[in-house]
């Protein structure tokens, strides 16, 4: 009898636990001790994120767990951050951007978990700090694109951007009065920074091209630059309006704009020596290596839905910088530009019309956002000469679908003298199709930052 009794006392269990697994919470108990809505929960948990960094709040609402301290733990990261048993919140970095990731506070007593709370979050990987110290709201330049940068030798870097704003900006808008320059330099010292405009009074720009009076019709467009024999050297892309519309910009030629440092005083305007086809813009990415410059040009091949658009590259001397250059071939180096072909192993995105080329490590990096529009795919290649072929193609970053639909993303940037933990520093340009947008909500012109792992660019 007593066996009977307990065997029905067990099928009641087992029937209690099968008709409290209906469909209302699809069979799912809950864990007393994981943060949400749930009777005897250990504490309440709220969190805040700048780039690859969580914020954690807590509140304990227990006494009866005996612990020593908190360690708060990802599966997604190898970080482990102890926080005393006496403080309500805590940290941990190296958080993956763009999916769901666990993050743990565990309560440790003699070095052992004895609980644990587990609160799911969702970043974006935004460095809203550095953007801010970049692109304040006012006493700089408060809104544009471009966002190429080239690191000074007295550690400062300078910023070049194309359309800017530098009107002061409240509660997210600015004034429609507002003037566009066409470019702006920005100095980033240290944390501060400082703007470049005005050449030719105080609506040019901080690169007029000679001769120019109305920068609506013609102006400069940035390209990058470098810095050589503590002189700097940056590409401007030379535009004309020749068309109707947000549109109808076309490209000319690109100069070369020469600079005393270290106060950024322009010397001389040169073009540069390639005369082919007005579809091939080189100046668009450039590196000093050695003995020789770099100068990488973008090639639209076919501009549509799915566009074509490959990469080039010449060399030359900085003798020889405005005079004389040599166009790779593929195999070798020509002093004929007609023998430049597109650098091999890039074919499977179209390259932006901004990208760039740098140094990590022993290994060459070329980045660029797919130019098909508003891809939001931001790659990485690597090479083992400037000239390729490239390889280890990576998808560092895919930029997240804005909820204004006449928003849209461009040509990525990277910084890579900028590091931190084992990352570098990288932008994506953003604009709205609403020119009025921009003015009410600034947010939709201004350059997102993030930081990538090396790691992940070098394939290891």
Known sequence: ????????LFIGILMSIFL??????????PNPFEDGDTPGKLMNVEYT???DTVFLNWELLTDKVDFDNYQITSSKTDKVVVVAKDKKGGYITRVPYNELVDINISFIKSGKEVEKVTKNVTIDGLDKTFAALLIPDRGSVTGGDGTYSIALPDGRSIFMMGDSFIGPVTNGERSMSDHMFRNTYIVYDDGKVSAIYGTNGDKSSAAVPPGVTDE???WYWPGHGFVKNNKLYIFQTLM???AEGMWGFMYETTDILEYSLPEIELLSTT????KGSTDIHYGMAALEDGDYIYVYAQEDVENSFEPISDALVARTTIEDLYTNWEYFDGTNWSQNSVDGVKMAGLSSIAISSQFNVFKLEDKYVLLSQHKRFNSGEIYTFIADNPQGPWYNRQLVYKIPKHENPKVFTYNAMAHPQFTKDGMILICYNINNEDFADQHRDVSTYRPKFMWIDINKILGK
């Not at 009898?1 to 029905?8: E, G, P, R, S, T």
């Not at 073009?271 to 390639?274: E, G, R």
Request: proline share 3%; hydrophobic share 30%; net charge positive.
């Open 1 to 8: 009898m007593k066996i009977k009794v307990l065997h029905m």
């Open 20 to 29: 409290g697994c209906g469909e209302k919470d699809n069979g799912i108990r």
């Open 49 to 51: 994120s700048n780039a």
């Open 216 to 218: 609506h019709q013609k």
């Open 240 to 242: 004309f309006q020749g």
């Open 271 to 274: 073009t540069i020596p390639f």
